[in-house]
């Protein structure tokens, strides 16, 4: 079973891609189903707001600052090895906070739960893109982008399902039975890889300053008083790593050649957007539909089945259209039905109706995702060489993470949702409606970039000279390089 050799369609294949979907799945799934159980575990563990945005960011934080790391380790250890790890160790991270008996105790193992994830996201797509052949990657993208994106919306049902039968512990115990499933599969069934070209030391320094970085910015933006001190230092630190990455290290984090395609540049940036915005849906919504329209912790979470099946149903075909079409129009399209999704958000209140105020939002939301993720994973996949999948991969994670972390700090303060505003409906309604429309001037600055910079046949293959032919031509790499290689994670 030689690496990039196996088609979609066969037993390995359709092993490979259950055990990156179920972990990766696991990962995208605790980012959004803690959320639906921010309300409870507040009440529970005596949490204001910064204790319930600690609670989202801790791990996102973590996930963030060390995907780049978890990506290189990938690549120079083997792929299936370290995403092994990354698997057991968020089982343990899981259990941790499922007994954690206060909300700073829960807040640390969230980082750790983070920690896990930055080990097992980058590997599973790059897995993906090491084992497939060419031609059966963006099916197989879109594939992974649907079901890992089923996982992100389930996850406020299955939140809220867990809160209201067995409590909002569980919501994180849940995961120690999928890695089980996960670790027993993936030792049989998926083969190993590695970039064999990868030497010299690893890039601690870059790796110790990008978490210290947003650790910071997060915290200056999230704290008051000593928060603004933290703030520019993050900053400063930020900007430290970016000089180092690109003067200073001989084996960096993120090698500096992985920009030189500017699409991969430019479908990073719209990412970062795309994400922020998501994120601060994913935050506030169901909470928004338990504080202030007095939905039930399951009914706020069964609101978001429509984005389920929708991705469900749609991304697989989504990736096909954008490899026949190009990804330009798709994406540029479903990005701005998400910002049309986001105004319609604005109108749920005090005695919404699900049917006239919520569905049509998260239906049209579920639609203009449906057709974007994928779109842009492949993308990310086909503007970066192949070799370095594991780095690539955790460039376009880290962005994702790092737009959701940034926004769900900024956004919230920004709109007044501080302290205990979760406990007053009129105030958390005016700020979550002040939010919905950021976000949806965000989306639009997403779909702009998107328009003005994704060439339209950016995922076509080109034909090479025969001899040529097991290193693949690329459109955005110097002729001869080995192209096809990254890992977006949405």
């Not at 969230?110 to 099916?139: E, H, K, N, W, Y």
């Not at 492949?378 to 994702?400: F, I, K, Q």
């Not at 040529?468 to 001869?480: G, M, N, Q, S, V």
Request: hydrophobic share 55%.
């Amino acid at each position: 079973m030689d690496n990039g050799h196996i088609r979609l369609a066969s037993p390995p294949g359709r092993w490979v891609l259950l055990t990156t979907v179920l972990a990766s799945g696991m990962a995208l799934l605790d980012g959004t189903v803690v959320n639906v159980a921010l309300p409870a575990l507040g009440e529970d563990l005596g949490a204001d707001m910064a204790g319930l945005q600690w609670t989202v960011n801790a791990y996102t934080l973590t996930l963030a600052g060390l995907i780049l790391l978890g990506g290189s380790l990938g690549d120079r250890y083997g792929r299936r090895k370290i995403f092994l790890i990354g698997v057991a160790w968020f089982a343990v991270a899981s259990a941790l906070c499922g007994v954690a008996p206060t909300v700073e105790t829960l807040v640390i193992a969230r980082g750790l739960q983070g920690i896990g994830g930055a080990l097992l996201t980058p590997g599973s797509l790059a897995i993906i893109q090491a084992s497939f052949v060419r031609d059966d990657r963006p099916r197989a993208v879109g594939a992974w982008s649907g079901l890992g994106g089923v996982a992100s919306a389930i996850g406020p049902l299955l939140g809220g399902w867990l809160v209201e039968s067995v409590g909002w512990r569980w919501v994180f115990l849940i995961n120690l039975p999928l890695a089980v499933v996960v670790l027993a599969i993936a030792v049989r069934h998926v083969p190993e890889s590695r970039d064999t070209t990868a030497v010299g030391r690893f890039d601690v320094a870059g790796a110790v300053l990008a978490a210290l970085a947003l650790a910071g910015v997060t915290y200056g933006l999230i704290e008051t008083g000593i928060g603004s001190i933290a703030l520019p230092v993050g900053l400063l630190l930020g900007a430290a790593f970016v000089w180092l990455e690109i003067h200073r290290s001989p084996n960096a984090l993120v090698p500096v050649g992985i920009f030189a395609s500017r699409v991969f540049s430019a479908v990073n940036a719209v990412t970062l957007v795309m994400y922020a915005a998501m994120g601060v849906v994913f935050f506030l919504l169901v909470v928004q539909l338990q504080v202030s329209a007095g939905f039930s912790p399951i009914a706020a979470g069964s609101s978001m089945l429509p984005v389920t099946l929708l991705m469900l149903l749609l991304s697989a075909w989504a990736g096909g259209l954008a490899k026949r079409i190009g990804p330009r129009l798709p994406m540029t399209a479903g990005i701005l039905a998400c910002a049309a999704a986001m105004l319609l958000m604005s109108r749920v209140g005090p005695g919404s109706s699900y049917l006239l105020d919520v569905l049509p939002a998260v239906t049209l939301f579920g639609l203009g995702l449906s057709v974007t993720v994928a779109p842009l994973t492949a993308t990310v996949l086909a503007t970066a060489e192949e070799r370095y999948a594991g780095v690539a991969s955790g460039v376009n994670n880290a962005v994702a993470r790092t737009g959701s972390l940034l926004a769900v700090a900024a956004v919230p303060p920004l709109v007044g949702l501080t302290g205990d505003a979760y406990g007053s409906p009129a105030v958390f309604t005016a700020g979550f409606r002040s939010a919905m429309l950021i976000s949806a001037v965000m989306m639009v600055l997403a779909a702009i970039v998107t328009f003005v910079t994704i060439r339209r046949n950016v995922l076509a293959v080109p034909e090479c000279p025969e001899p040529e032919r097991k290193t693949y031509c690329t459109l955005d790499a110097p002729p001869l390089q080995p192209a096809g290689g990254q890992h977006p994670n949405p």
